[in-house]
């Protein structure tokens, strides 16, 4: 039961370079989110995705890029990472997005920018 | 704009003593999540409440819904130590079925 894994776990990048972080869940969960969590504002949503091919941008979208060829998989790309990029970055999951009974979180990638 | 405050944002606290952690939001909604985080950890899911006057227990920890007063309540009995973490409330508003709108948090420490 490997659930929902991402990669990778901690990552230092100079500012202007391009960073991914990889996403992949093995439930075949329809929705897959990424959310950054930063001090004093629990989780933001940066882009989420509601079936393969589908993605649409949250609240925090600016900077970021992301695909979903697979359903299994969501990378997100900072095309040119930033400081104020510097966070924890959350993938999750769910059968049926907010509705469902539960959204399941990956264990985070700690992004620090320098 | 779309809010959710939790209060107390810190909580310290000795084992075997009672309290409650708060969660007001600002949007319709029917849909409550309640997750734990440990520190350095991944998000845990406790309880979604699903109606007005939905009420689920785990343990020592029971979480309430009004809808109406647009107030969530995690209540804590009888703290251990193994509670502390900190706990986040995210709310669905109405109309939507991906966001969830996110407190920032109460950090929660029990003192034995």
């Known amino acids: 039961d490997a659930g929902i894994t991402q990669s990778p776990r901690y990552k230092i990048t100079e500012t202007g370079r391009q960073v991914t972080l990889m996403c992949h869940q093995t439930?075949?969960?329809?929705?897959m989110f990424w959310y950054r969590q930063d001090l004093g504002h629990g989780l933001r949503l940066i882009y989420y995705s509601a079936a393969a091919d589908i993605t649409d941008k949250g609240e925090v979208p600016d900077g970021y890029v992301v695909s979903r060829s697979k359903t299994e998989n969501f990378p997100l790309t900072l095309e040119s990472a930033t400081r104020s990029q510097t966070s924890v970055y959350f993938c999750a999951s769910s059968e049926r997005g907010a509705t469902g009974n539960t959204i399941y979180f990956g264990e985070g990638s700690w992004l620090t920018v320098v | 704009e779309l809010k959710v405050e939790q209060n107390p944002l810190f909580l310290s606290m000795q084992e075997g003593k009672n309290y409650t952690i708060y969660c007001n939001y600002s949007?319709?909604?029917?849909?409550l999540y309640w997750y734990r985080q440990d520190p350095g950890k991944s998000l845990e899911s406790l309880f979604v409440?699903?109606?007005n006057g939905a009420v689920k227990q785990e343990g020592r920890l029971m979480a309430s819904l009004d809808t109406k007063a647009r107030l969530s309540t995690l209540h804590i009995t009888a703290a251990v130590h193994d509670l502390s973490a900190t706990y986040f409330c995210?709310?669905?508003?109405?109309?939507?079925?991906?966001?969830?709108?996110w407190g920032a948090g109460t950090k929660l420490i029990i003192k034995p």
């Open positions: 949007t319709t909604s029917d849909r």
């Open positions: 995210a709310v669905v508003p109405m109309d939507s079925n991906y966001q969830l709108i």
């Open positions: 409440l699903l109606s």
């Open positions: 439930w075949s969960h329809s929705y």
